[in-house]
């Protein structure tokens, strides 16, 4: 953990005054408030003001750097370990496993070996890896190979939704795995994604976090926003937090704010996750907590196929 300086106590005021500008789309405005934020201490506003004058990163998954960067450090420490151990649980008696969304196999490759450390313990056999981005799908591959365990990788660039219509018809997995990946699919691409694979898997497990579900740009959500951006800037070193938020973190967050943004995910409530589950057909949906973290609690949700 990083300790920070406190800031002025309006530093976060001006973040937030910067946000509420760029959501209305005046940029120029925005970046004003942002140098105040800055000049007071905040590392939301230090990070803004960079941003907003700079090229923007438009996906932040195809240069994953910056996203590789960010999962390495400050909470998402902790919540890899807690998201690999939880699907490691998953892993007895499972050979067929999808990976939907695996970015650089972060969470899925520990959990492959914890799941093989385990007394007596297995891990899957044969694993799909869906994934668009090249070079985190690469790293992916690179992580698994590493591993040394006996298991037939495959490995498709594509999207959820492209894979589903290409995939075999026949095929089925035991399990289908996706951590933080799902909220990266516009909701109702998403509804009928699940839809299609919930006739094609046994089990479904997500990792995700519980949202709340407040108006889009209202004063409440940008102020959520800001505070929680604060804190979660003031996770890593310095030098680190500069690609970190200029290259994942800012286009993440004026993605949902900015409307000349490009928006990265979509995330809800876990009631939300729930419900859509359900609607797309799974069965036996479960909820749990899974980790504190400084955007919102993380969760993960276990369901079974048709
Ligand atoms: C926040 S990252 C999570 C990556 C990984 N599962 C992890 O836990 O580190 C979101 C991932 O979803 C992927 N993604 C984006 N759009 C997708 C889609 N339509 N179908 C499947 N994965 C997608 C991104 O490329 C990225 O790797």
Request: aromatic share 6%; hydrophobic share 40%.
């Amino acid at each position: 953990m990083v300790v920070q300086d406190i800031p002025d106590p309006d530093a976060l005021d001006w973040a937030e005054k910067s946000l509420v500008a760029a959501s209305k789309g005046d940029h120029d405005e925005a970046g004003e408030l942002a140098d105040r934020a800055s000049d007071a201490g905040s590392l939301l506003g230090i990070a803004l003001s960079t941003y907003l004058r700079t090229s923007h990163h438009q996906d932040v998954y195809d240069q994953p750097t910056a996203f590789e960067a960010f999962i390495a450090g400050g909470g998402n420490v902790d919540l890899y370990q807690r998201t690999s151990a939880t699907l490691a649980t998953g892993y007895p008696g499972i050979g067929s496993l999808l990976d939907i969304g695996c970015g650089n196999g972060l969470a899925l490759v520990p959990a492959l070996q914890q799941s093989v450390a385990a007394p007596g313990g297995t891990a899957p056999s044969m694993i799909d890896l869906v994934e668009p981005g090249a070079d985190l799908l690469q790293h992916a591959l690179a992580a698994i190979a590493g591993t040394g365990l006996p298991v037939t990788t495959t490995a498709w660039q594509v999207g959820l939704t492209d894979f589903l219509r290409s995939a075999p018809p026949g095929q089925r997995w035991q399990l289908a795995q996706s951590t933080f990946a799902l909220q990266s699919i516009e909701p109702q691409e998403r509804l009928a994604a699940l839809t299609v694979l919930s006739t094609r898997v046994d089990r479904l497990l997500i990792v995700d976090f519980d949202v709340a579900d407040e108006k889009p740009r209202s004063r409440a959500h940008i102020s959520g926003l800001a505070t929680r951006y604060e804190r979660g800037l003031a996770e890593y070193d310095d030098d680190v937090r500069v690609l970190v938020a200029q290259g994942f973190l800012m286009p993440v967050l004026l993605g949902q704010l900015d409307p000349d943004g490009v928006r990265t995910n979509w995330e809800h409530t876990a009631d939300q996750w729930r419900e859509q589950a359900q609607e797309a057909g799974f069965r036996d949906v479960q909820v749990l907590p899974l980790a504190d973290y400084w955007s919102a609690p993380a969760f993960v949700l276990g369901a079974s196929g048709r």
